[in-house]
């Protein structure tokens, strides 16, 4: 398929697909670009929702900009949708633990650079997690030494002291760059738990949207933001980039 020049460089594959996580394929998504060569990995995290069109649509938009981008749904297909009560999506979320959740991002890392997958590139990986889901890549970033870049969007930044780990805690052992996206009009995260989380991780780079709330990324949201969206893309993908090994391209 063909890609307007805003879009990135890259024609692109893509599709859903059954990730090996655990005993069987667990719900998954992958965008990469359509051309020989080995591309830098990036895991997306999706959010309490699961794995929806808003994670595959930043799967595909990374892709085009090289990136090998694989979501994973952590909670294996039985995530509220969206529309669910807040209940039931709270429910879902206490009911995922750390640990598994930890589990299921190694799982897919371990297939994305495999000896049978022939277009990822060795090496760091990135990690981009939204909302709940970028609660547990920040855990994972903190736990594993084979994260290059992590980005986080709107990422809950307390309130999980009745869990296994912290973000407090991990966000002072983050050692990889990190970029935070964050809404100041954020009605779940305080502007000030931003501040709070710069402070505890000083080399980050911690934004903050003026006019925007929760899922101010998400298209289909009704917080749904298009200036901070358009810049918040802009912004991961250069941060991703730097970050990252670069493509190493093919001619055949």
Not at 6 to 15: D, Q
Not at 124 to 139: C, I, S, Y
Not at 183 to 191: E, F, N, T
């Amino acid at each position: 398929m063909a890609v307007l020049p805003h879009e990135g460089s890259y024609n692109i594959l893509y599709g859903s697909y059954g990730v090996p996580v655990g005993s069987s394929n667990q719900p998954g998504y992958v965008a990469r670009p359509d051309k020989k060569g080995a591309y830098p990995v990036v895991v997306v995290v999706p959010d309490i929702n699961g794995l929806t069109s808003s994670e595959k649509d930043l799967c595909r938009f990374l892709a085009r900009h090289g990136f090998a981008t694989v979501a994973i749904d952590l909670y294996r297909g039985a995530a509220p949708r969206r529309g669910a009560s807040l209940d039931e999506a709270i429910a879902a979320y206490g009911a995922l633990g750390d640990r598994r959740a930890l589990t299921d991002i190694d799982e897919t890392i371990a297939f994305c650079l495999g000896d049978d997958i022939d277009w990822s590139r060795k090496g760091p990986v990135g990690l981009v997690g939204l909302d709940t889901g970028g609660r547990f890549a920040l855990l994972y970033a903190a736990e594993r030494p084979n994260v290059g870049g992590l980005v986080v969007v709107q990422a809950p930044l307390a309130g999980d002291d009745d869990r296994l780990l912290t973000v407090e805690n991990a966000l002072e052992r983050l050692t990889m760059p990190v970029l935070g996206l964050y809404g100041q009009d954020d009605s779940l995260i305080p502007a000030e738990g931003v501040d709070v989380a710069a402070d505890l991780n000083p080399s980050g780079e911690w934004i903050l949207y003026d006019g925007a709330g929760h899922d101010f990324l998400n298209l289909e949201a009704d917080g749904y933001h298009a200036g901070a969206a358009a810049d918040a893309s802009v912004r991961m993908v250069r941060f991703l980039t730097s970050s990252l090994p670069a493509p190493e391209l093919l001619d055949y």
